[in-house]
């Protein structure tokens, strides 16, 4: 059986990496009891799939992750029953079955939508104005590592609401938008803003 959670990373959470990240939900999933399946070869490992990483300090409103269990013959276990088990800052908001030879989760994620807070006062003096220009320009060169792009066909949408900013990059396999890299182009320092990513868009399934 393969499952897909629904959960939100908040609290002192949101300061754990990717990799613990996994390594809570395979204790979450073992302290509820449930019959993980592992992989196959010489090291076996649980098979969890979490959906995208998210970077020290975001809070994450709506992330995924697929796990596969050995059983197949039970409905799939209550959101209460996973709650108990978690650890502070993990919210368990939907557990629903999903085909088990779907591609794989990290594949499936076409964009990522975020709420960035400004937390100065006056940061969002000329806001708008900003957001404007920026998104009247045709192109955004970049680098990443050493390897250059442009910035400007990732950013879906892009809005003001007063102290906030809404807005939704595209999350391909060949380039992702990243919220604090719009937010270095409207010359607003990361470090002064709370970053949540709200929602992770799948792409359609295929019939």
Request: aromatic fraction near 4%; proline fraction near 10%; glycine fraction near 8%.
């Amino acid at each position: 059986m393969r499952l897909r959670i629904t959960f939100a990373k908040t609290g002192a959470l949101r300061y754990t990496g990717h990799l613990d990240l996994h390594k809570i939900w395979e204790r979450t999933l073992r302290r509820a009891g449930l019959p993980l399946a592992y992989s196959q070869g010489f090291h076996p490992q649980p098979k969890i799939q979490i959906a995208a990483a998210l970077p020290l300090g975001f809070l994450g409103r709506e992330e995924i992750v697929d796990i596969w269990l050995e059983t197949n013959d039970s409905p799939p276990p209550p959101p209460d029953s996973l709650q108990s088990a978690a650890p502070p800052g993990l919210t368990i908001l939907r557990v629903e079955p999903v085909p088990e030879r779907a591609p794989a989760l990290q594949t499936q994620i076409a964009a990522a939508e975020y709420q960035v807070t400004l937390l100065e006062a006056g940061g969002g003096s000329d806001l708008e104005r900003r957001v404007a220009d920026l998104l009247a320009k045709e192109t955004l060169p970049r680098e990443r590592r050493g390897k250059s792009y442009d910035l400007r066909p990732l950013i879906q949408t892009l809005a003001c609401r007063g102290a906030s900013l809404d807005m939704i990059l595209s999350a391909g396999e060949g380039a992702t938008g990243r919220p604090e890299e719009v937010l270095d182009e409207l010359g607003i320092p990361p470090e002064t803003t709370r970053i949540e990513r709200t929602r992770l868009i799948l792409k359609p399934a295929i019939e």
